[in-house]
C-alpha cells in the first residue's frame, strides 16, 4: 500500500494494536503500562499543617463550616491545602524531604 492511499473510512480509525490507519496516518501509539499516579510526598497531618501556617486570618481554615456554601474546590481549607502541597512539591524538586515527623531535612 502506498503512503498516499486514502483512508478509507475518512476519520483514521486506528488498530486496535496501535500504530497507523489505512492511509498511513499515525495514530495511537500503544502504551506498555497504565500510568503511575504518585501517592502524597508527606502525611495529611504534616499538609494540614502547613496549610495552616500559610494561612493569616482568624480562626481555623481547615475546620468544617456549615455556612459556607461554595463547591468544596473552592473553599479555603482546599485552596490552603493545594497551596501546601506546591510548597512540598518546589521543597522536593530542591532536594529536600519533610520526614516522618515534620522534620525538613536534605534528600540523601
Do not use: I
Given at each position: ?93 530542591a532536594g529536600l524531604v519533610v520526614t516522618t515527623d515534620g522534620e525538613l531535612r536534605q534528600a540523601a
Amino acid at each position: 500500500m502506498s503512503p498516499r492511499a486514502f483512508c478509507p473510512r475518512g476519520d483514521h480509525r486506528p488498530p486496535a494494536t496501535g500504530g497507523s490507519c489505512a492511509c498511513g496516518m499515525v495514530t495511537r501509539v500503544p502504551s506498555g503500562r497504565a500510568p503511575v499516579r504518585p501517592g502524597p510526598l508527606v502525611r495529611p497531618e504534616v499538609r494540614d499543617m502547613l496549610a495552616r501556617c500559610l494561612y493569616d486570618g482568624p480562626g481555623d481554615p481547615l475546620a468544617a463550616d456549615a455556612s459556607d456554601h461554595r463547591p468544596p474546590a473552592m473553599r479555603m481549607s482546599s485552596l490552603l491545602r493545594l497551596r501546601a502541597d506546591r510548597v512540598l512539591a518546589a521543597l522536593s524538586a530542591a532536594g529536600l524531604v519533610v520526614t516522618t515527623d515534620g522534620e525538613l531535612r536534605q534528600a540523601a
